[in-house]
T-cell receptor, first 116, second 113 residues
Framework: DTGVSQDPRHKITKRGQNVTFRCDPI?????LYWYRQTLGQGPEFLTY????????KSRLLSDRFSAERPKGSFSTLEIQRTEQGDSAMYLC??????????????FGSGTRLTVV | AQTVTQSQPEMSVQEAETVTLSCTYD???????LFWYKQPPSRQMILVIR??????QNATENRFSVNFQKAAKSFSLKISDSQLGDAAMYFC??????????FGQGTRLTINP
């Protein structure tokens, strides 16, 4: 297993276009998280899944954002009608939930979105 | 809501010296986890060290150690014998059980040769 993979690494899009990002977690990890990170700031939580169930969504996640994890494996994050304020690094992370113990996440390299 | 504060936006240290990065957090819980993550320029975040709140003993990983003060809600990271490869953004994070992590704003660490 090569860790958490994110695709694409970079995406430039015009304002108003839709974009979709993909995350492939570590295969045995049952939890998958999406975060957004702007330059010089810490990651901000967006949403997370346990297997295929989306357990929590941040208020940051407007109606234009949707995330799925259809088979409990890979996940997609879609942003509709992109705005310049959506420009950020989108980070995916995964973890194995073992009896409520938090061992921390394994992060992917992120997808950098630039909206022009 | 839980918050994590890193009051030092930037720190610098001479190579081979020791540096301490500060982190405070706010919670009403008694059982939780604390982490330090490292994010090198243009590279992914990696876990540096983890602390369980119910353990009084401070965590240590090679040159990295923490000073966990539960009553003061303080969780500082000490890097001994600093190396050029330690240059990165460092983020403190808080988590309850297997829930999401809340991150601080980060501290940019520069190592001077």
């Amino acid at each position: 297993d090569t860790g958490v993979s994110q695709d694409p690494r970079h995406k430039i899009t015009k304002r108003g276009q839709n974009v979709t990002f993909r995350c492939d977690p570590i295969s045995e990890h049952n939890r998958l998280y999406w975060y957004r990170q702007t330059l010089g700031q810490g990651p901000e939580f967006l949403t997370y899944f346990q297997n295929e169930a989306q357990l929590e969504k941040s208020r940051l996640l407007s109606d234009r954002f949707s995330a799925e994890r259809p088979k409990g494996s890979f996940s997609t994050l879609e942003i509709q009608r992109t705005e310049q304020g959506d420009s950020a690094m989108y980070l995916c992370a995964s973890s194995l939930d073992r009896a409520g113990v938090n061992y921390g996440y394994t992060f992917g390299s992120g997808t950098r979105l630039t909206v022009v | 809501a839980q918050t994590v504060t890193q009051s030092q936006p930037e720190m610098s240290v001479q190579e081979a010296e020791t540096v301490t990065l500060s982190c405070t957090y706010d919670t009403s819980e008694s059982d939780y986890y604390l982490f330090w993550y490292k994010q090198p320029p243009s590279r992914q975040m990696i876990l540096v060290i983890r602390q369980e709140a119910y353990k009084q003993q401070n965590a240590t990983e090679n040159r990295f150690s923490v000073n966990f003060q539960k009553a003061a809600k303080s969780f500082s990271l000490k890097i001994s014998d600093s190396q050029l490869g330690d240059a990165a953004m460092y983020f403190c994070a808080y988590g309850e059980g297997a829930q999401k992590l809340v991150f601080g704003q980060g501290t940019r660490l520069t190592i001077n040769p």
